[in-house]
């Protein structure tokens, strides 16, 4: 990924609120002729050598499934449903208009979890995101025939190796364009338009 030095985020703690934040990756390896994607929920943990890993899991009548035993090279891509089109009318003069986002990418080597490790992983994710439930589910409390369903999916791990991230919030803006970019989306009101002027509150370089 092209990452301008504005939009470039290198601190790791930001990276892996991000990651946490957005849960759900594409998940890219090549195949002939084109590269082959599938979008999962995938989990950034640490093993006790401080090494990181994304660990997630696809159904097995998925092509890709296979293609991650012959081909463990793996791009992840986290995108953040936080992004907005900018106009250049909010400029104080004349520029190309442009599109606001956030997104981490990560690339890897692929390996296939055995039983144990892909029904930890997935116990570990559906806590995760159950614990904010009214009636929680969890993995032990399944019937079993539910909780034999997992023999129909690869778990996987993607060990880290290298990380680009941008987040695209108009840091190359002076500050009056910036705070005008900010209130153009508030008068536009949608839940989107919205979302995008508070990010940029937060994360306002000035």
């Not at 997630?56 to 035993?69: M, R, T, V, W």
């Not at 409390?141 to 369903?149: A, E, K, R, V």
Request: net charge neutral; no cysteine.
């Amino acid at each position: 990924m092209w990452i301008p030095s504005f939009y470039k985020i290198t601190d790791e703690k930001v990276i892996q609120e991000f990651i946490s934040t957005v849960g759900l990756a594409t998940l890219i390896t090549h195949d002939n002729p084109f590269p082959m994607a599938t979008h999962t929920a995938m989990e950034l943990e640490y093993d006790n050598d401080g090494n990181r890993f994304l660990r997630g899991h696809i159904a097995k009548a998925n092509p890709q499934s296979e293609l991650l035993k012959k081909k463990p090279n793996a791009l992840v891509i986290f995108q953040s449903s936080i992004n907005h089109y900018i106009s250049s009318s909010w400029y104080e003069q004349p520029n190309a208009p442009t599109w606001n986002y956030m997104s981490v990418h990560l690339y890897g080597q692929v390996s296939i979890l055995d039983d144990e490790a892909l029904w930890q992983a997935i116990e570990r994710l559906t806590k995760r995101h159950e614990k904010v439930s009214k009636n929680p589910v969890s993995l032990m409390s399944l019937p079993p025939n539910i909780q034999q369903m997992l023999k129909a999916v690869t778990g996987f791990e993607v060990k880290i190796e290298k990380v680009e991230a941008a987040f695209k919030l108009s840091q190359n803006r002076n500050q009056n364009d910036y705070k005008n970019i900010i209130n153009e989306l508030l008068i536009m009101n949608t839940p989107l338009s919205n979302l995008m002027a508070e990010t940029l509150k937060t994360n306002q370089p000035f």
